[in-house]
T-cell receptor, first 113, second 113 residues
Framework: AQTVTQSQPEMSVQEAETVTLSCTYD???????LFWYKQPPSRQMILVIR??????QNATENRFSVNFQKAAKSFSLKISDSQLGDAAMYFC??????????FGKGTKLTVNP | KAGVTQTPRYLIKTRGQQVTLSCSPI?????VSWYQQTPGQGLQFLFE???????NKGNFPGRFSGRQFSNSRSEMNVSTLELGDSALYLC????????????FGPGTRLTVL
């Protein structure tokens, strides 16, 4: 069974600063994908970034990047140059093999002007 | 392409009633998944359908059921509603069964009185 743990229920960051959201996971699958989803107040879930476990290179999408530590089963999200529009719930998720997508409990990010 | 659509967006029911929620995936997507989101339990997987077959099922009672039609549209049904069924129900679609980004709909907010 897969598990995903987000140890930070809430985080805050100043506009234009950098923030890192933590995520650890556990899976028995040898091949899996990891995701970060964003859910703003509108409740629409949006994919932020994804990482294929077989790739050593960390994924990046503009201001968003991940630090994927496979041995430690860690998958943190770094948001650079934070903007007010980044304020949202962020969910880390894992999917392996034919297993379902498993989400963490989420981290609420507040961006202060 | 049009995104994932869910109907209705809001629903109020009373205990004991039943409800049917609908999800239309992105054109060409054959996999549809359903999630229940509550403040206490977070995002919990309900079930996943692919080509009209249920491929995965979460740990929910038999009151929760679903189906998928030949055009990939999906419905989920909850019978004998309980107060604890109040939640945001999210539908997500993807082109394939595994290792794909899931595109989420806006959700259906169900309130059980």
């Amino acid at each position: 069974a897969q598990t995903v743990t987000q140890s930070q229920p809430e985080m805050s960051v100043q506009e234009a600063e950098t923030v890192t959201l933590s995520c650890t996971y556990d899976t028995s699958e040898s091949d899996y994908y990891l995701f970060w989803y964003k859910q703003p107040p509108s409740r629409q879930m949006i994919l932020v970034i994804r990482q294929e476990a077989y790739k050593q290179q960390n994924a990046t999408e503009n201001r968003f990047s991940v630090n994927f530590q496979k041995a430690a089963k860690s998958f943190s999200l770094k948001i650079s140059d934070s903007q007010l529009g980044d304020a949202a719930m962020y969910f880390c998720a894992s999917q392996g093999g034919s297993e379902k997508l498993v989400f963490g409990k989420g981290t609420k990010l507040t961006v202060n002007p | 392409k049009a995104g994932v659509t869910q109907t209705p967006r809001y629903l109020i029911k009373t205990r004991g009633q039943q409800v049917t929620l609908s999800c239309s995936p992105i054109s060409g997507h054959r996999s549809v998944s359903w999630y229940q989101q509550t403040p206490g339990q977070g995002l919990q997987f309900l079930f996943e359908y692919f080509s009209e077959t249920q491929r995965n099922k979460g740990n929910f009672p038999g009151r929760f059921s679903g189906r998928q039609f030949s055009n990939s549209r999906s419905e989920m049904n909850v019978s004998t509603l309980e107060l604890g069924d109040s939640a945001l129900y999210l539908c997500a679609s993807s082109p394939q069964l595994v290792y794909n980004e899931q595109f989420f709909g806006p959700g259906t907010r169900l309130t059980v009185l």
